[in-house]
């Protein structure tokens, strides 16, 4: 029998202790235990389950679905990266709706949004008193535009709470002559905020923080967004630069007590608050710990690095810190290819098949979902993300707004909607088991841990159904935490148990709930072979589709037909079918899985290169022997062509096999480090692969943290046969080169 336990609120979180009895010692929960060198094994593992969430991170975890928004001079220049010296002009900006955008994240079931203020270019689109360069500089509103508090006012009238996302990497003090950042001035006292004639403030907290120019001002930023719009729920401090200067150090503690002060309710992103899951793919782990070990205390640690290993928090992880620190994963990634909007033909938007999996990956794998959705060059979200957004809200409530084992026998704590509530499993077998009136045909599970009483416990858990009068196992997993969405083949049944097969102390089980989401033709991917023989398959592996155990293709229980088009149509069930590789000369393909019942899957589209059949490699500035040069131009991604350390000069020269008249070209970063990548170059061309000329410059941003496939859309068609790409800077200033993919594209 469970022994059901109903905690009362009132208790307060730094009070409580565990009820669960597995040990002699009680000790109360907290957000950072302190290891000693003294503790055994036993005694960390104690101390890992008494680890919880803080108030504030307790209330991000139950956001579940947030929104970001990357808006500013990149909008306009379609660049993934600025480089802070964009006249503040391009910043073009006639119409903006930030209600448009709150309708459609609310439609979603976002709970919040978190907008780029600042990015990397240094640009801030509020009325800031402490610099020019930004939106006071640009003709919207005649000056006097302020995006941020046009966003507040739409956040407080739908009901969605605000984040703040403020870059320290600021390419416009940088670059400036008389720029603040990474100047070498000295570090002294200074009062936050420096007061500035005829805009005084209403709020008149004062700080003293002994900081230089740049933490100034950063600080006075600071003051002016959290005091002067919101409140403020999350500050995201991103860790990506793309350039560094001086030395330039950023001094958090002073940051992180202003914020405490000024935006008690805020998580921290980037720090000790919440940590981001270590790609921007939308990629989950199959294990997402949220107690995390630390060699230096969090609370006054001021740098945080990315924490980017598969396993952040097994126990044998756990052993070697210094610290148990609660640090919840946010999962962050776009719904366009890229963080700022380009346009609405070539920049591809994720289906809302995809955007849904995401959303069951990462919020059923005990991390927060932030998808951002870049407005448009109208401030307005395109029609496109408005669409996925409505579907994607109406797939989540249609899936998940209705319990099936509502009116079940089983652990009532567990059926009552109520987080706080929560069942206490035996040791001897823990296992909660639900009969339902009637069978319910179902294919997802939800299980949530009373996380903020008693920590992350379970380890590793099954799901089984009664079935022909025995127990049959249909699911299973490792670690739950806030919350696992178990996905299986539907089954009907009207009796389910929960096994807990490892466990780091007592299971304590806050909800428990089943759902049906009906079968979905699946996503699709082109895989094209060297001469030019295309595949289209379901999707497996993109976003690691076996990451809770499940066999998507298994799970579908569908029969579907694909249907395919190439000259850039849509294709419908009239487009022929395809049964088998097919020929593509290059260009526009897309494809769609139709069932047998006229389920429409979610439309896959790539522009596809020039065969490379025909084509070899002239010359190339060096190779490493495990990656030679014709790696970079062999149609398998996953090989790739890497230099010696010759610099950030480095060229690789092509004929392609007869002249083409070209439009772009793609450019596949390797993934297996992050060494190497071509953040800028040059494009040559040559009428006898000898003697090149210039043609165009490209730039691709963000490659680190994104290294994934970017294209340059040439200004003017290029005929060529001859090609020479050559790098001209390496990210990171690395000094050699890698190349994955080259793909040249006609149309
Ligand atoms: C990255 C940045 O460099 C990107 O531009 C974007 O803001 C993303 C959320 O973080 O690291």
Redesign the pocket.
């Known amino acids: 029998m469970n022994k059901s336990i109903l905690w009362t609120a009132m208790l307060g979180f730094a009070s409580i202790y565990s009820h669960a009895q597995v040990n002699n010692k009680k000790i109360p929960v907290k957000s950072t235990y302190e290891i000693k060198s003294t503790d055994s094994p036993e005694d960390i593992i104690w101390k890992a389950v008494h680890v919880v969430p803080t108030a504030n991170q307790y209330q991000a975890l139950k956001n579940e679905f947030i929104a ?1 928004i ?1 808006f500013g001079p990149n909008t306009f220049t379609k660049m ?2 600025g480089n802070g010296m964009e006249d503040p002009q391009v910043f073009d900006l006639k119409t903006l709706d930030t209600d448009q955008w709150c309708e459609a994240m609310k439609a979603a079931g976002m709970k919040k949004v978190i907008i ?1 203020v600042k ?2 270019d240094g640009f801030v689109l509020w009325q800031s008193r402490y610099t020019k360069h930004g939106i006071m500089s640009s003709g919207f509103r005649g000056g006097q535009g302020d995006v941020l508090k046009d966003l507040t006012a739409s956040c407080q009238k739908y009901g969605l709470k605000l984040g703040i ?1 403020l870059s320290p990497a600021d390419l416009f003090q940088i670059e400036s002559p008389d720029g603040l950042y990474g100047n070498l001035s000295e570090y002294m006292q200074r009062i936050i905020p420096r007061e500035v004639a005829g805009r005084p403030f209403k709020n008149k907290t004062k700080f003293n923080f002994k900081v230089d120019d740049y933490n100034e001002y950063f600080l006075n930023q600071l003051f002016e967004l959290l005091t002067e719009y919101g409140p403020v729920h999350e500050v995201w401090f ?3 630069h ?1 350039k560094r200067k001086g030395g330039q150090t950023y001094n958090y503690n002073a940051w992180r007590e202003l914020i405490k002060k000024l935006a008690p309710e805020a998580v921290v992103f980037g720090k000790e608050g919440i940590r981001w899951c270590g790609n ?1 793919s939308g990629n989950t782990r199959s294990t997402e710990w949220n107690v995390i070990p630390y060699q230096e205390d969090p609370a006054i640690l001021q740098n945080f690095s990315d924490l980017m290993d598969e396993d952040l928090g097994s126990r044998e992880k756990l052993f070697k810190g210094k610290f148990l620190h609660y640090q919840p994963a946010e999962t ?1 990634t776009s719904i366009r290819e890229g ?1 700022f909007y380009r346009d609405d033909t070539h920049q591809k938007v994720r289906s809302t098949d995809d955007v849904f999996d995401i959303y069951e990956r990462s919020v059923g794998g005990n991390s927060t979902f932030l998808l ?1 959705i870049p407005p448009n060059r109208e401030g307005k979200f395109s029609p496109e993300d408005v669409k996925v957004l409505h579907e994607v809200g109406s797939r989540i409530k249609e899936t998940y707004g209705h319990n099936l084992l509502r009116g079940a026998k089983g652990s009532k704590e567990t059926l009552d909607d109520n987080l706080e509530s929560f069942t206490v499993l035996s040791d001897k077998s823990p296992e909660l088991i639900y009969t339902t009136p009637k069978a319910i045909k179902i294919n997802r599970f939800v299980i949530q841990e009373a996380v903020s009483t008693h920590g992350e416990r379970v380890e590793k858990h099954a799901l089984d159904a009664w079935i022909d009068g025995k127990w049959e196992e249909i699911a299973q997993a490792t670690n739950v935490g806030y919350k696992r969405i178990l996905r299986f083949p539907e089954i009907t049944a009207d009796k389910f148990r929960i096994r807990v097969l490892a466990s780091r102390a007592t299971p304590i089980i806050s909800q428990v709930s089943a759902h049906y989401a009906p079968g979905r033709p699946p996503q699709l991917v082109f895989n094209r072979s060297i001469d030019g023989m295309v595949a289209i398959d379901p999707m497996k592996s993109e976003f690691g589709w076996n990451p809770h155990g499940e066999d998507i293709l298994k799970n579908l229980n569908i029969n579907y037909q694909i249907h395919y088009t190439l000259d850039g149509s849509q294709p419908t069930e009239q487009s022929p079918v395809y049964k088998q590789q097919i020929y593509v000369k290059g260009g526009q393909i897309k494809a769609v899985a139709i069932s047998a019942d006229k389920l429409i899957g979610a439309v896959a589209e790539e522009t596809i290169g020039i065969a490379k059949k025909l084509g070899q490699i002239l010359d190339f500035t060096s190779e490493d022997p495990k990656h030679s040069a014709k790696m970079a131009f062999d149609a398998d991604p996953k090989t790739y062509w890497q230099s010696n350390n010759d610099g950030a000069t480095q060229h690789i020269s092509i004929d392609l096999g007869q002249q083409y008249n070209l439009t772009a070209f793609s450019y596949t970063p390797q993934k297996e480090h992050g060494n190497g990548m071509m953040a800028k170059g040059i494009l040559k061309i040559s009428n006898d692969g000898k003697n090149w000329n210039e043609v165009e410059r490209f730039e691709f ?2 490659l680190i ?2 290294p994934t496939k970017r294209t340059h859309r040439f200004s003017k068609n290029i005929q060529a046969r001859y090609i020479q790409v050559e790098s001209t800077e390496i990210t990171g200033g690395g000094k050699l080169l890698t190349i994955a993919e080259l793909d040249f594209i006609e149309q």
């Open positions: 970001f990357h993934e990266w780029t990015h990397h996302y991103d860790g990506a793309p921007e962050n963080w951002n941003g963000n943290n994104d």
